[in-house]
């Protein structure tokens, strides 16, 4: 059954990811979409929203992780499962009047996650998961040598770890921090090198999920955000 299209009204440039997630959520609920149903097309919500194409994926993109959308190749997007702007989780949010305390507590929440996803990525990974590991790997190597720093593609690398323990709570759980991590690690202090030191540690968990060794590639997540606590310290001084 295809969905509705109306009731959807353009929105203010201000935090336009963010009020696209909630119109979106409030368009399902008002329309009283069911699982199954299709969404509209996105040329549709880009030009009901007067929003960019990014914009717009993103949102998608956030509503997949979450497990409440399935984009169909050639098809288009459909629901998983009903959802409101009361019920969709929002991205959690950091005080950047005290950004170095958010940074630490952001590594407290991510110790627990990246150590056990890893060790699971290693027991659990297929060839197809390692190989899409590996090429975001490739993708934050060449950032990093380009541009000196790597925080996106960091991220992604991240991700892709986490969707190899075939558990989705990982990605959900990640998914609610990734705009906290996205708005404050490109250039945290304003340091291009920060983290620099955990550059190699990436390839050498890839090896490890690789050769299947669960305490290696916890051991070596945990080795990347040890030198991350350690700047965060030392250049918030």
Known sequence: MEAPRHDLQPLPPADRTRAVLKALADYIERSKLKAGDRLPAERELMQALAVGRSTVREVIRHFQALGVVESRKGSGTYLLRTVSSGTVHMPLSIDAMHLRDALLQTLDVRRGLEAEAGALAAIRRTPEDLAIIEARLNEMEYAHNVKGTSSREDLAFHLAIYDATHNSLFPQLLEQM????????????????????????????????????????????????????????DMSK
Do not use: C, N
Request: aromatic share 14%; charged share 40%; hydrophobic share 40%.
């Open 178 to 233: 990734r705009e906290a991590f996205e708005r404050f690690w490109d250039r945290p202090f304003d340091r291009p090198d920060f983290a620099r030191r955990s550059f190699p540690f990436h390839r050498e968990l890839y090896d490890a999920i690789a050769a299947g060794d669960p305490a290696r590639a916890r051991e070596k997540t945990l080795a990347i955000l040890q030198i991350v606590e350690e700047d965060i310290k």
